[in-house]
């Protein structure tokens, strides 16, 4: 099929090649600008020779003539975070499908994997679904659900599952379309979920909540953009932890426990956070270990 692609990163460089590998003629790639560095999509529609486009904004007028003047079967959307029109969505021959990374209509927005981490679900997966002027809100293609781990961070959720699987399923995905097998089976709204991007102001530990919840927090933000704490009324970023159930009812919440080589203890409501990787104000990531020795820090210490 005659499919223009749409995406960033990584994730939308490999669809691209799969696509490829399939025997789909991509007749065009759409990316944002790169002022710095080519990202690896645009490295690899200048490889293969692609007709590469990189408006500031989907919205941008030109965008919807390119578009219909490549005539293209369908759109695929890898990775999506600007808002495309209808008239963009529409000029396909059949329309454009979009990958999320979760089980519409729960999770919707641009967050979708770390806040399904800091809600406490034990499940998730992938939707590829025909793409609307909504928010996620598109009738569904295809899903794939998968555990989310008892220890599993957003980076490792994302990288080692809903990457790989997501574009093993943009492929079946594609290939249905082109069967004319592909669902379009509508949300069920009423079930519908939604969180804003996540940011610091969703990433702040409070140590007195129960150490499931803050453990979630740490994980569901790790390594973007890191959970945040203060010590000594700087922040300090956390993210390789475990989580440590028990602990002393003498022990205050917030309040260092140990200190170790490999890093340092916390207590919360219900046991410990242990910290292994932090990221101090105006610095990069260290081992906690090394930064505690750095900062003198000492069971008793309070963080938070």
């Not at 409070?206 to 203060?230: E, F, H």
Request: hydrophobic letters at 40%.
């Amino acid at each position: 099929m005659r499919i223009v692609l749409t995406g960033q990163a990584a994730f939308a460089a490999q669809v691209l090649e799969a696509l490829l590998k399939r025997g789909d003629q991509v007749v065009g790639v759409f990316t944002p600008p790169q002022p710095e560095r080519a990202g690896p999509l645009k490295e690899a529609a200048e490889k293969r020779g692609i007709p590469l486009f990189q408006p500031a904004r989907m919205r941008d007028p030109a965008v919807v003539e390119q578009f219909r003047s490549l005539k293209a079967d369908l759109g695929v959307m890898a990775f999506v975070t600007d808002i495309v029109p209808g008239t963009v969505l529409r000029a396909p021959r059949l329309g454009s499908i979009q990958y999320h990374p979760s089980l519409l209509p729960r999770h919707r927005g641009a967050s979708a994997i770390n806040w399904a981490i800091m809600c406490g679900d034990t499940r998730t997966g992938l939707t590829i679904f025909w793409a609307d002027e909504g928010i996620d809100t598109g009738p569904i293609l295809l899903q794939k659900a998968m555990d989310i781990g008892p220890d599993d961070t957003l980076g490792s959720l994302y990288f080692n599952k809903l990457f790989p699987l997501g574009v093993e399923a943009m492929v079946e995905s594609v290939s249905l379309v082109e069967q004319g097998k592909a669902p379009a089976t509508p949300q069920d709204h009423s079930q519908a979920t939604y969180e804003p991007p996540c940011g610091e102001e969703h990433a702040q530990v409070d140590w007195l909540r129960p150490l499931s919840q803050v453990y979630n927090i740490i994980r569901g933000t790790n390594p973007q953009p890191g959970a945040t704490t203060l010590f000594r009324g700087q922040k300090l970023r956390l993210f390789d932890t475990a989580s440590q159930p028990g602990g002393s009812a003498r022990d205050r919440p917030g309040e260092v426990t140990a200190v170790t080589e490999a890093g340092f203890t916390v207590a919360c409501p219900g046991g410990a956070i242990v910290v292994k990787r932090v990221q101090p104000a105006g610095t990069g990531k260290v081992a906690a270990g090394q930064w505690a020795r750095e900062v003198g820090l000492k069971a008793g210490d309070r963080l938070g």
